[in-house]
Every structure is written in C-alpha cells, then in structure tokens.
C-alpha cells in the first residue's frame, strides 16, 4: 500500500532499488521505483531494545530495606536488580533470601536485562540467563526441558522432550525450552541450535572471567 491506496496483486511493479545509509545514529533506508521513493525507514539506535542483552555489570548499591540492587551496566542510568529476579530466589521461590547476603558493592555479576528502561528508571535485570536460538532456549543455568505451551498434543510434547534428550549430551546439566516452532524441526537442525547455544554460553563464560570490574560495565557481546 503506497499513500493510502492499495495496489493490486497482479500489478506489474517497475524495478525496485534500495538505498541504505547508516551513521552511528541512526540507519536510514529508501526503497525506489523509477527514481521515485516509495518507501522510507528510519530506526534510530536510541531506539533499539536491550532486552536479551547480556553484561558484566558491577554493583553500585545494596538497598536492603528494598530487597533490590543498582547495577552499573555502562549506561547513562543504573540498572535494576530485585530480590525476585535473583537466580538463587528464583530457585527457591518458597524460602526467604536476603540480597544483602548475595551482593555487595564492588562485586561483578553477570546479567542480563529483561525490561527496558522508561523515563527516569533503568533498565530492569536478572541474574538467570536465556539464550534463545532458532528452535530451543538454553537455560545455562537450569537441568529441566520445558516445552512451550502452545504445543499441546501430549504426544508431540513427549516425543520432542525425548528427541531432544538423546541428542544432548551424557550427564548434561543444562536447561532448554523448546520453543513452538521445533515441531517441524529436524534432529540436525536441533542438534545444530543445540551446539551454537553451547559455543554462545562457553563465550559468555570466558568472557564474564576475563573481563575485570570497572566502573563502566562492558556488554558481552553475542
């Protein structure tokens, strides 16, 4: 649809050439036909969402009267940490943990964020990781196989939980969720989202160890 009008189906289309410009603001791309713009896009980096992103970020401050924690993950705001997102709560939803007595100020911690920030607050985090790829969520962190929900067939359900069991490997200790679109999915192709989520977590890993406290919060790159 150009301008309102919708175009026809069968329309014939005259060749179409894309323009792209990137500056470190933003990236600009045009569509052309005959010389004559039809479509313009324009996403600012401003604008891009954090959530998934991943940081070695330092702790700036215990607040044990909020059960919660700011984290310095190299933005213009501190980040946020509460009690509930803290692995080890997340673990034993049931018991009373304290922050105070997981966290200090100075510490690394290895995060990643799960909403965005908005107006005068920073982003939200959490200390358990997910990894998602194509047909799988690696859960780092975990030992259980999740399946999505809006996979409902009990036997499709069982079969994929077992296929996906024998392809990890002896005595693996890792979570997955197998996401929604694995029903269609191939051994290999698993066995492929599989190795690359492994190769991402082991990079994670190096780097989160490599990588010393500063009061600017490094991203680890994926």
């Not at 329309?11 to 470190?24: F, G, K």
């Not at 909020?66 to 509930?84: K, T, W």
């Not at 359900?157 to 979570?175: F, V």
Request: glycine fraction near 4%; charge should be negative.
């Amino acid at each position: 649809m150009l301008s309102g009008i919708p175009i026809p189906k069968d329309a014939v289309r005259p060749p179409e050439t894309v323009l792209v410009n990137i500056t470190p603001q933003e990236t600009r791309v045009a569509v052309l036909e005959e010389n004559n713009i039809c479509e313009l896009h324009i996403e600012r980096n401003s604008g891009h969402s954090l959530v998934g992103n991943i940081y070695l970020g330092v702790v700036k401050r215990v607040l044990p009267g909020m059960q919660s924690a700011f984290i310095d993950i190299g933005l213009e705001r501190a980040a946020f940490l509460h009690i509930v997102d803290v692995l080890e709560q997340r673990r034993n939803p049931d018991e009373t943990q304290r922050i105070e007595h997981m966290l200090f100020e100075g510490q690394s911690v290895l995060v990643q964020v799960i909403k965005d920030p908005i107006n005068t607050k920073g982003a939200r985090l959490s200390t358990q990781i997910s990894l998602a790829g194509r047909f799988l969520v690696h859960l780092p962190q975990e030992d259980h196989i999740g399946i999505s929900q809006r996979i409902e067939d009990d036997a499709e359900r069982s079969s994929l939980r077992e296929r996906l069991n024998n392809l990890l490997p002896e005595n693996a200790c890792h979570g997955y969720i197998i996401r929604t679109n694995a029903e269609n999915a191939s051994d290999d192709q698993l066995q492929s989202d599989i190795n690359y989520l492994t190769k991402v977590w082991e990079h994670i890993q190096k780097q989160a160890k490599i990588q010393p406290p500063k009061p600017c919060s490094i991203k680890i790159c994926l």
